[in-house]
């Protein structure tokens, strides 16, 4: 009997197999993370899941199918695991076979685990506390199913969980973490330093298939760790002159890496109050190297850099590798290149009828590429500054990806609300999809 994990592979397999979207869409779910707390409490948040049929049928109108309040069972097991309630729940990823949810809490460090398909709580972690601070800001699963990757934000670690979704147990895997504020590089140079690289918090650490871990800082340059190894080891450096800080997209497409750089958050008087560039890594020079690279090799492309009011951050690529889109939450728009030669090949405006100020945020594909699914950002928002992060929607922005992926138009806009004494905080900060058996 064929397992649930290899007929989804199958499934997903016969999707990409021409090259090109097909033009019926694989039946999915689409998983919106509201990071505000829980309605009467300190802690919590909430997940809405919507059909994609309904999203189809509806538009704006649609229903969520599910609503799952974190502050309940989600923050009593978090209490039993760690002592503590998860606060900020501000990523959320499927493992590879989609049958897990995974949820990063910034504020307080959690890690969850969910099962998708009932939506109940399986284990809660805790990222370590350093002398720095304790957050999770992201937590991304390795493309082969063993770990867990977190950047622990404010505490200046890269940590790893090791994963048994089989037998739901995962574990931190202590060994295996690198402090990214007291590590040395390859070429011998402190990790963080004022002349390079003045501030090392992680902020999305960005896998490529083979295992390789883009981590984006806070404070600009970039390490490229390869997250296999214990303790997990530097490959490669790269200086805030040459990557911007505040990098949250990511994608490995056609043997390149695109990573971007944002905005700066808070008061960090070393950096830009906005940003938006989109670089592209040869991921061959990285892995096919000899001994130990040099500082800022291989050189990435600058394919992308805008000047003025501009906040790079969520990105996808189509399921045809043909093109990559990055959103720009505070222009409110969305940049679309071509991965074959990385030229900029069109610019998709969010805001019109639906919307007068989107804030996409975090951002997800259908599994056949027709819609682009993002988070659109609330009036009051609880991460980012403000100056980027604010947006007059909060909720679930569909996009009709047209022209075989390098444009598309906002179609709908699905309004989310989490009233708390009388006022809306609902902040939608990530989305992920995975397939409905």
């Known amino acids: 009997m064929i397992s649930r994990q290899a007929l989804l592979a199958v499934c997903l397999a016969c999707v990409t197999a021409c090259g090109r979207p097909v033009a019926d869409e694989l039946p999915h779910e689409v998983w919106l993370l509201d990071q505000s707390d829980s309605p009467g409490r ?43 309630p998860p606060v900020r729940p501000h990523m959320i990823r499927f493992n590879a076979a989609r049958t897990h949810v995974i949820l990063a809490f910034v504020a307080s ?32 699963p390795s493309p082969d199913g063993r770990f867990i990757l977190v950047a622990n934000q404010n505490g200046k670690r890269l940590e790893r969980i090791l994963a048994d979704y089989a037998s739901n147990t995962f574990s931190a895997d202590s060994a295996a973490m690198l402090d990214l504020a007291t590590c040395t590089t390859p070429a011998g140079h402190s990790c963080e330093n004022r002349a390079s690289r003045p501030d090392n918090a992680p902020v999305c650490p960005f896998m490529s298939d083979g295992g390789l871990a883009f981590v984006t800082l806070r404070g600009g340059g970039m390490l490229v760790v390869d997250a296999r190894d214990t303790p997990m080891r530097i490959v490669a450096e790269y200086d805030s002159a040459t990557v911007k800080g505040n990098g949250c997209g990511g994608v490995d497409v056609r043997g390149h890496m695109y990573v971007n750089a944002g905005g700066r958050p808070g008061v960090l008087q070393h950096m830009d109050l ?29 394919i992308w850099k805008s000047s003025g009011a501009h906040d790079s951050h969520g990105m996808v690529a189509t399921p045809d590798s043909a093109y990559v889109w990055v959103f720009d939450r505070h222009g409110d728009v969305a940049e679309v290149f071509a991965t074959g030669t990385g030229d900029h090949v069109g610019t998709v405006q969010l805001n019109g009828e639906l919307t007068d100020n989107a804030a996409p945020d975090i951002a997800s594909i259908s ?10 950002r609330g009036p009051t928002p609880l991460s980012g500054d403000p100056h980027n992060a604010t947006g007059s929607t909060p909720g679930l922005g569909v996009i009709k990806v047209t022209d075989r992926g390098r444009s598309g138009r906002l179609v709908a806009v699905v309004r989310i609300e989490n009233l708390n004494d009388g006022r809306d905080t609902a902040d939608p900060h990530a989305v992920a999809v995975r397939v409905v058996r």
Request: charged share 15%.
């Open 274 to 302: 906005y940003g938006f560039e989109v670089y592209r890594f040869p991921l061959g020079g990285l892995v096919d190297h000899a001994g130990p690279l040099g500082v800022n090799s291989p050189a990435p492309s600058v």
């Open 109 to 140: 460090g959690h890690v969850v685990f969910m099962d998708a398909d009932t939506g109940g709580p399986l284990d809660c972690l805790r990222a370590t506390r350093s002398a720095t601070g304790q957050q999770a800001h992201a937590a991304y």
């Open 367 to 376: 599994p056949n590429g027709r819609y682009i699914y993002v988070a659109l």
């Open 42 to 84: 300190a802690y919590g948040g909430a997940i809405h899941v919507f059909l994609s049929t309904e999203l189809e049928r509806h538009g704006s109108a649609a229903v969520a199918a599910r609503h799952i309040d974190l502050g309940t069972a989600t923050a009593e097991l978090c209490v039993r695991r760690t002592g503590a």
